[in-house]
């Protein structure tokens, strides 16, 4: 498991350089849309199950714009939303996002000793790598790599992605395989645990 997250951090950092810069202010312009559902500037969704998007990192955003717009990843309630936009609007609304706070939620006090040890040290017993591994110490991401900022990010969207990703619902990509594996060895437990915690990391 090691390898394969080494090998493919790797690969996405030589790549990285080729990856296109998209323009904030040109993205700021065709944000509103986006901002009905996840707020202004992308950081305060209307419901917990919609992800935070702003801060979340220009690489990983741009390259979720094109999954939804592909159907590669199915959201419904993105059904339409990308449609006749071209690849500079995506690199601009990313870089619009990327460039915005991302606001701290609360972790649940009673989840946060569970949660702590799964985003830091993983499950040796259950094979479950820490997160801190890709996503950092503070949740701050990988930029090059295209992983996302999670620290703040809404405890009800993560339980969500992470089921998805355990029963194999959300697979479209390379990145998303690493996460399909990690995930497979969670419990509902440390689900919620974890989810809550990142909620609160800063």
Do not use: W
């Not at 009905?36 to 955003?61: D, F, N, T, W």
């Amino acid at each position: 498991m090691k390898k394969l997250i080494a090998g493919f951090v790797f690969g996405v950092g030589l790549t990285a350089m080729a990856h296109g810069a998209g323009d904030p202010e040109a993205g700021k312009q065709s944000a509103a849309a986006c901002q009905a559902c996840h707020g202004q500037g992308g950081a305060k969704p209307i419901m917990g199950v919609y992800p935070k998007i702003s801060g979340l990192g220009e690489r990983y955003l741009y390259d979720q714009l094109v999954a939804i717009q592909e159907n590669s990843r199915a959201i419904p309630e993105m059904t339409g939303q990308l449609d006749g936009k071209s690849e500079q609007d995506l690199r601009d609304l990313a870089a619009y996002f990327a460039q915005q706070a991302m606001p701290v939620s609360q972790a649940d006090p009673d989840l946060v000793e569970k949660g702590a040890a799964v985003y830091r040290g993983g499950n040796m017993a259950s094979g479950v790598p820490a997160c801190a591994a890709c996503h950092s110490p503070q949740g701050k991401g990988n930029e090059p790599a295209g992983y996302p900022h999670l620290g703040g990010q809404n405890a009800e969207y993560l339980v969500k992605q992470l089921k998805a990703y355990r029963d194999g619902s959300r697979a479209n990509n390379a990145s998303a395989a690493i996460m399909v594996d990690v995930s497979s060895k969670l419990t509902d437990a440390e689900i919620e645990a974890v989810a809550s915690y990142i909620s609160g990391l800063n």
